[in-house]
């Protein structure tokens, strides 16, 4: 019998100061429940508004701080994953099977870029600040460097993936299939696609893209930018590549476990 997979999988979280983080316990209450075998974050756990360049010297940029974005990847990190510590506490008193999926965190833009673009435009800051800081490691995460193509289960996963020589995000679902020829998922971009396709000895191959999960709105996005899908996936039966999907969103995570 084929051994298959099932994989939770997390879009960009976007976790920043000042925000309410209780959708995060809600994805670890889910996580508790269904037990995939690996969790897969997309990147962007972490949004780093003091590193941003696209507001700078707004006045909207005022107050931002470095030391309160790390403060608050910890507090979310902290709230994602306290579900499963409790689950594995309360079963390890009672001598009973504890829960320790595979957990890789690829990184995204909003971490690796700005943090490393930070101390390329201001040298005397390297050693003073560093993706280190964001301690997911420490949090029992694999961390895979930003647009490192991953595989899990036959599933490649990245932030996003590139085409051409300029390197350019692919947009659309359907040029994921068309490019690169295998089962991919990406986050990066808000909302969700899907497009399937079946290879020539007949297996199905899906693309998928869906880099929205949080509640807050963005206010670069404007009224009608911000009405996209938010939420996380569950890639079931997962084996050389195949899998059933099933979208959840931030408003039935909330309904049930809020």
Known sequence: MIKTLKIGVIPDTQVKPDIDLSWLSHIGNYLVEKQPDAIVHLGDFADMPSLSSYDKGKKSFE??????????VHEGMRTLLSPIKK???????RKKKTYTPKMLMLLGNHEASRILRATEDDPKLEGTIGLSDLKYEEFGWEVSPFLKVEQVGGICFSHYFVSGVMGRPITSAQALLTKKHVSCI????????????TRGDGKRITGIITGSCY??????????GNEHWRGMLMCYE?????????FISLNYLRSKYA
Do not use: C, M, W
């Open 63 to 72: 107050g931002r701080r470095y030391k309160k974005d790390i403060e608050s």
């Open 87 to 93: 689950y594995n506490d309360t079963h390890s008193r």
């Open 186 to 197: 990406a986050g990066h971009q808000q909302g969700k696609q899907i497009a399937t396709a």
């Open 215 to 224: 509640p807050h709105s963005e206010s670069y996005l404007g009224p009608q």
């Open 238 to 246: 997962v084996v050389d590549g195949q899998f059933d999907e099933g």
